[in-house]
């Protein structure tokens, strides 16, 4: 379902262009899937792309308020014996070697300072630099980490998220509301018209969320709302798809929802588009593209990728009694990367369209917009 | 200037310029020479050094901490510790080694070294640090990047464009190379863009994967690039020390470039000295001009004095005059030392490869400063040529100055007392070269040097005079023109001496440095015969450089020596390690086996057979005598260096003679060391054969025996050619200044007779019409013409022959702490004085065809 990626990710381009070997080296998407948790929040490390994503809204004791961002990806390189140069003097196996590679991004935003600092990280899987585990939620990169402890009732897990760069850090722990939200139909979410195209796809769509922020060096004790997605797949765009829009919202009134949909190089968005609202209990009713609209209210520019960004949007739902502006807290919330697409990823407020009433809150990620992202 | 200076200058300088353009040329070509020779110097030395810490600090712009570790690497796994620390924001593997590309059997000069970065191809950039576009996570994003897994799993190599062209290659083709000696296919996954910067055209970049795999280094790293907050710069490095494991250290990114200048310090202050010589030679040719200038300009300097003009004026205008010339030539030696460098920046560098560190030079660094520095010291010199003469120009009283010669009548006086100073230099020199190096340089030494050129100088005036007065006794029964020429040659002892003593100076350049070289050849030859006594040496192949530490399987020389025929195989290895701010080489054999075959020139502390019975298993050594020169060392002393296993201290046993580099080395036994430092690999075996066999056939059979490793054996006398030739190429720069210096002083010769008989112009003119034929006139000039390169060249011998001693003895000896014998090489000190003085009577040529075409009438007008 969504997600811009860093540069092994994007490395993936060639992978494409050269076109995929006649056996897939890798596991692909296939309908039904039965998630089982807590086992399922680990790695499933045999298909292509893997994403641990968290964006939250915080508020501090002296109620300044913060957004951030820390997702945690995992890519397989290509698994393809006959790359392998045949050579005589191998004195040995490197650690270094193995087909799993981490990425991970870390973003505040500074709602009051209307400030954005973005930064990321990199691992192979070699020494143990970057891991996930399988079986049980425990995604390493480098210094940063995302652990998981399974409560009682099992489908739910308290996480503990750890991030820092310069005089940033994130220290958080955040604890399900509602059990797993599961999107799309039979475990599947459909991206695009080829059969691979589709990824598994749940979200913990509210998390209490409690720790320590710091920023720009003081650090703040802060509390808020989280939103949990976890995603995998292999090969889930096509090749006219360059990137998508993806809105999570969090109401007042304790529902949520998601809105996914994938963009095209023309502009327009494919069919597949997808939402789900989940209700105040966690139960989620999917919502197909005829079920829901959203509308560009303004556009951004970014100086440092040129790229034309929508900024502001029009959410409707109306089986769902739900018409709302999304406003960005901060108009600059890219996330600049030096070698993969960047992408825009920020926090929004959200306005009662006719009363202007703010209703919740939420993140928006648009990618695609500054190059391509294929995954 | 005043205005009425700036007339002076016109009437005194500027139009005497204008009618001697043929001198003024000739001094600005010296002076620019000169500089020339310094400059190129500079800049070779600059970029070799340039060139080097590019390789150190390729990977990222930001580093500001360095792991480094010894010999063969530390645990990889440091990396892990390093990364987890609070405020490191990155940590970088990187291995560096080398592979060899192109290498023919047979041939050891064939092939070409390139270094090897293997790092973590998979890595993107932390936030703040610039791109680095010489890596390629830097150059690959979408699509146009190599593919990361046949980075890591296919063995992908990133070459420069030189590289490829070089050797043909293409991206996904294969790249053949050795490593340690094993053929290895690496695959080309990209190119380096031409415009990348800082990495030297013989890097290649692989994944830490594919180094860790081609050089048995898995599990190891050779350093660890940290970019850390600066702010807790102090803090982090103090951690990160705590987590080392032993034997590995962490600097700042310029300490191994401070290591490695202070290890090229001598062998390139020794070439700067020699540059710095050949600008002398063209200080003299200013001197020259400008005294000859205002003698010439006597009559109206006296003029001028008379119609008051002061002596500062009269001073100030003639050192003017030499700072122009100084400028101008400067100039111009910008001009031909940017060209000159091309040639003294290979030389230079393939030296230093050879001898000293890995290095590639792709371009010559032309650091404004060193070009600036060059243009500021020709200047200087020039002026300072010019204050000499112009002082004198100024202090000459307007009545002396109207009489014609009497000028010159005080020579005798002046003669006497100047040589009497040059005496007293050359017993300075003498107690300077008594006193000891300090830090390593010979700064005694060269001061000795400075001190016999010029107490050599300030004998040359009474010499000119003597010779003038002892010739014209002799010879004026049997030539008029002889008699002439011997009575000018006195009769104006200043001009003469200047160019006797420029052309002195040259030639003692040329003969110290044949001394010198023909010194160190009979002792390195000497050394060669006694090292190299095994009947077959084998490293792997195309390596030539002592900087390449090759690693060969310690089970090698086992199988070698269980070759039928093999009596013996020794076993070698040497490793650089830090040392008081410099590198030492820290070698191994097998000591128990140097008392049967001798090789060591022990010159001090135990006898080879105590060594061989006492020193294997123990952590005992023998360490080479510059080693001792530069450390202070004693036998019995501890020689405490850095290992893995933590600090060691060598007992030193005995010192040992070494002329292979000026480094200092330190042998221990082959067991010890690969039990302290964790590496039993061998970098190359000499094998002794029984009595009776068939040496080529058993060199065919040992390269048979090790297949497919590539390794090049050589016969001893093979070996031992290879050192003399590479011994010979260290020098061919010298050479090439000492081509330059002869020169320049030649040019001086032109120049001072070319003076001389336009001033002699009249007096030519009356002789003529007193019956003198012009063929008496030529001979007259090409008598005097060699009158100067005979003295010039004898001055040159003795001088020259008293630098070569002072080389020998003092400068070579304190860099290799050893003795170097003396070999004076008669055959070519006869051969290059007769060159000075045929050199000589040709610069005379053109002006005493000048002086046979004055006419009579025209020179006797004014009569």
């Known amino acids: 379902m969504k997600r811009a990626l860093a540069v092994l990710f994007s490395t993936f381009a060639l992978l494409g262009a050269s076109g995929a070997p006649a056996e897939a080296p890798f596991a692909v998407v296939r309908a039904p899937f039965v998630f089982h948790f807590p086992s399922d929040h680990g790695a499933h490390s045999l298909y292509q792309t893997e994403w641990w994503y968290f964006t939250g809204h915080l508020r501090a004791a002296d109620g300044r308020r913060f957004g951030y961002e820390l997702t945690f990806f995992r890519a397989r390189l290509r698994r393809e014996d006959a790359d392998e140069v045949p050579a005589p003097g191998v004195t040995g196996r490197s650690h270094w070697r193995g087909d799993q590679v981490y990425a991970a991004h870390f973003a505040i935003t500074d709602e009051a300072g209307r400030t954005f600092f973005h930064t990321e990280r990199a691992a192979r899987q070699a020494l143990g630099l970057g891991s996930a585990a399988t079986g049980r939620l425990e995604v390493r990169a480098a210094d940063w980490s995302l652990l998981g402890t399974a409560l009682a009732d099992s489908a739910r897990e308290r996480m503990t998220l750890h991030a820092a760069a310069a005089a940033n850090r994130l220290d958080l722990v955040v604890t399900p509301l509602k059990p797993p939200a599961i999107h799309g139909k039979e475990g599947v979410v459909r991206k695009g018209a080829c059969a691979t195209c589709a990824s598994h796809y749940y979200s913990y769509s509210r998390l209490t969320t409690r720790g320590v922020l710091a920023y720009g060096g003081t650090n703040f004790k802060v509390d808020g709302l989280s939103w949990m997605d976890h995603e995998f797949g292999t090969n889930q765009l096509t090749q006219d798809e360059v990137g998508w829009d993806w809105f999570s919202l969090q109401l007042d009134d304790g529902r949520e929802l998601m809105l996914y949909r994938f963009r095209r190089k023309d502009g327009s968005y494919a069919p597949q588009a997808l939402g789900s609202l989940i209700d105040r209990a966690g139960r989620v009713r999917s919502l197909g593209a005829g079920q829901f609209a959203v509308t560009a209210a303004g556009r951004w520019r970014s100086s440092k990728t040129q790229a034309d960004y929508p900024s502001g949007w029009r959410v409707q739902v109306p089986s769902a009694g739900i018409d709302v502006n999304l406003a960005p807290v901060v108009a600059d919330q890219e996330i600049v990367l030096s070698t993969g697409p960047s992408y825009w990823e920020g926090a929004a407020e959200v306005r009662d369209a006719k009363s202007v009433r703010t209703l919740g809150r939420a993140y928006v990620e648009l990618t695609g917009y500054a190059e391509p992202v294929v995954i | ?863």
């Open chain 2, 1 to 863: 200037m005043t205005r009425p200076e700036t007339a002076l200058f016109q009437s005194l300088v500027l139009g005497y310029l204008r009618t001697n353009r043929l001198r003024s040329l000739v001094t600005l070509l010296a002076i620019g020479l000169g500089v020339a020779v310094c400059l190129a110097i500079d800049l070779a030395n600059t970029t070799a050094l340039a060139s080097f810490s590019s390789n150190v600090n390729i990977v990222a712009s930001r580093v500001n901490l360095q792991i480094l570790g010894l010999g063969r690497g530390f645990d990889e796994r440091t990396l892990v510790a390093v990364q987890r620390l609070p405020n490191v924001v990155q940590a970088d593997p990187i291995i560096e080694d080398s592979v060899v590309i192109g290498a023919r059997q047979g041939d050891p000069l064939s092939g070409e070294i390139l270094r090897v970065l293997g790092v973590d191809l998979l890595r993107p950039l932390p936030e703040g640090v610039e791109q680095r576009a010489e890596l390629p996570g830097g150059f690959a994003p979408q699509g146009s990047g190599p593919d990361p897994y046949g980075l890591i799993a296919g063995r992908g190599a990133i070459v420069s464009q030189r590289v490829v062209d070089r050797y043909r290659l293409r991206v996904g083709g294969t790249l053949a190379v050795l490593a340690d000696g094993r053929p290895v296919r690496l695959r080309v996954a990209a190119i380096l863009p031409r415009t990348v910067g800082a990495a030297d055209s013989s890097v290649v970049f692989v994944d830490i994967v594919t180094a860790q795999e081609i050089f048995g280094k898995v599990g190891l790293i050779d350093r660890v690039d940290c970019v850390v907050e600066p702010a807790r710069l102090a803090e982090v490095r103090a951690a990160i020390a705590r987590l080392l494991p032993p034997g590995t250290r962490i600097v700042a990114p310029g300490t191994r470039n401070d290591e490695v200048r202070r290890l090229l310090r001598s062998f390139q202050s020794n070439l700067a000295a020699i540059s710095y010589i050949v600008l002398l030679v063209g200080a003299f040719l200013i001197y020259n001009t400008v005294a000859i200038s205002a003698v010439q300009r006597r009559t109206e300097i006296g003029t001028l004095r008379a119609l008051g003009a002061t002596r500062r004026q009269i001073f100030g205008v003639f050192l003017l005059e030499g700072t122009i010339f100084g400028v101008l030539g400067s100039l111009l030696g910008l001009l031909f030392g940017s060209l000159l460098a091309r040639f003294a920046v290979g030389a230079v560098a393939r030296t230093v490869d050879t001898l000293y560190v890995g290095t590639h030079v792709d371009r010559i660094v032309y650091d404004p400063l060193v070009m600036l520095q060059a243009l500021a010291f020709g200047t200087i010199v020039a002026a300072a040529s010019a204050a000499a003469p112009a002082f004198e120009a100024a202090a000459t009283r307007p009545a002396q100055t109207m009489r014609s010669r009497g000028y010159e009548t005080r020579m005798w006086r002046l003669g006497i007392g100047l040589a009497l100073g040059g005496v007293a230099l050359l017993v300075l020199a003498g107690l300077s070269a008594l006193l000891p190096a300090i830090d390593g340089l010979s700064l005694f030494g060269y001061a000795a040097a400075i001190c016999t050129i010029l107490g050599a100088s300030f004998c040359v005036p009474l010499a000119v005079i003597a010779t003038s007065y002892l010739l014209q006794r002799l010879v004026y029964r049997y030539s008029s023109s002889a008699l002439l020429a011997a009575s000018n040659f006195g009769g104006t002892p200043r001009r003469n001496s200047i160019a006797v003593a420029s052309l002195a100076i040259a030639v003692a350049m040329i003969v110290s440095v044949a001394v010198s070289i023909s010194s160190l050849r009979l002792t390195v030859v000497g050394w060669v015969d006694e090292t190299f006594k095994a009947d077959l040496f084998v490293r792997p192949l195309g390596i030539s450089g002592a900087a390449y530490d090759a690693r060969l399987s310690a089970q090698l020389p086992a199988r070698i020596r269980a070759l039928t025929g093999v009596a013996e195989v020794s076993t070698f290895r040497g490793i650089s390690l830090p040392f008081r701010g410099s590198l030492i080489t820290l070698a191994t054999t097998n000591l128990a086996a140097i008392a049967e075959h001798n090789w060591l020139r022990l010159e001090s502390g135990a006898d080879a057979r105590t060594l061989a019975r006492t020193l294997p298993g123990t952590t005992g050594g023998v360490v080479s005598a510059q080693l001792v020169a530069r450390s202070g060392l004693r036998v019995g002393d501890a020689l405490v260096l850095d290992t893995p296993s933590g600090k060691v201290p060598f007992r030193v046993a005995a010192i040992y003679d070494d002329y292979s580099n000026d480094s200092g080395t330190a042998i221990v036994d082959a067991g010890t060391f690969a039990r302290l430092y964790h590496d039993d690999s061998v970098a190359m075996f000499s094998v002794y054969a029984k009595p009776g066999v068939d040496v080529l056939d058993l060199r065919t059979r040992v390269i048979r025996s090790v297949s497919p490793l590539r390794l090049d054996v050589e016969t001893t006398a093979e070996l031992r050619s290879l050192i003399v030739s590479i011994f010979n190429r260290t020098f061919e720069l010298t050479q090439a200044l000492n081509v330059i210096a002869i020169t320049i002083a030649v040019m001086g010769v032109v120049s001072t007779l070319f003076a001389l008989v336009l001033e002699r112009r009249r007096e030519i003119g009356v002789m003529r019409y007193l019956g003198l034929s012009i063929g008496a006139v030529r001979n007259m000039v090409l008598y005097e013409a060699a009158l100067i390169g005979v003295l010039g060249g004898l001055f040159g011998l003795v001088c020259g022959t008293l630098l070569g001693l002072l080389l020998v003895l003092v400068i070579d000896r304190q860099a290799f702490g050893a003795a170097v014998a003396v070999q004076v090489p008669y055959g070519s000190l006869a051969g290059s004085l007769l060159l000075v003085v045929v050199a000589a009577i040709l610069a005379g040529l053109y002006p005493a065809r000048v002086a046979s075409r004055i006419r009579t009438a025209e020179a006797v007008r004014t009569e």
